[in-house]
């Protein structure tokens, strides 16, 4: 399986457990670090992992493309489950 689309799938599980975490505890997004950084962290610590890995040496680093499709794919997660579960979403 290529690399983006492992991202994809780990920022969609990273994007659906914020999002239910969000919808359990609404309280939770006034924590000290904002939900939309919940998504930033994945993206960075994905991004470590995989240079540490080596996928840097065969220039299988992820584009920006890829990255920012990710980031997107978790933050509609986390937007839409509470969303649909009827709790008033607020990420910033």
């Given at each position: 399986?290529?690399?983006?689309r492992?991202?994809?799938?780990?920022?969609?599980?990273?994007?659906?457990l914020?999002?239910?975490?969000?919808?359990?505890?609404?309280?939770?997004?006034?924590?000290?670090?904002?939900p939309?950084?919940w998504?930033?962290?994945?993206?960075?610590?994905?991004?470590?992992?995989?240079?540490?890995?080596?996928?840097?040496?065969?220039?299988?680093?992820?584009?920006?493309?890829?990255?920012?499709?990710?980031?997107?794919?978790?933050?509609?997660?986390?937007?839409?489950i509470?969303?649909?579960a009827?709790?008033?979403?607020?990420?910033?």
């Amino acid at each position: 399986m290529p690399l983006d689309r492992k991202f994809y799938f780990f920022m969609a599980i990273v994007g659906i457990l914020a999002g239910l975490l969000l919808a359990r505890s609404p309280e939770a997004r006034d924590f000290a670090v904002r939900p939309v950084f919940w998504m930033l962290i994945p993206v960075a610590s994905f991004d470590l992992f995989s240079y540490l890995r080596g996928y840097a040496a065969t220039g299988g680093m992820l584009g920006f493309n890829a990255r920012l499709l990710g980031f997107a794919i978790g933050i509609i997660w986390m937007m839409l489950i509470p969303y649909l579960a009827g709790v008033p979403v607020r990420v910033l």
